[in-house]
């Protein structure tokens, strides 16, 4: 059984993998900035804590 699958599928294939991981990386940004204040605050209140939480 030989299928052949068109080129195009391929390329749609690549461009909804890339979308995917481009929002997960945003979304995953998007949290950790929302949630950098509470950790700040939760773990320590100095400029050392603040380095370590970044």
Request: hydrophobic share 45%; charged share 15%.
């Given at each position: 059984m030989?299928?052949?699958?068109?080129?195009?599928a391929?390329?749609?294939?690549?461009l909804?993998?890339?979308?995917?991981?481009?929002?997960?990386?945003?979304?995953?940004?998007?949290?950790l900035?929302?949630?950098?204040p509470?950790l700040?605050?939760?773990?320590y209140?100095?400029?050392?804590?603040?380095?370590?939480?970044?």
């Open positions: 030989n299928r052949h699958v068109p080129d195009s391929y390329k749609w294939w690549a909804s993998a890339t979308s995917m991981g481009m929002f997960m990386a945003v979304l995953n940004d998007t949290t900035l929302v949630a950098l509470t700040i605050r939760a773990l209140h100095g400029q050392f804590g603040r380095r370590f939480c970044i």
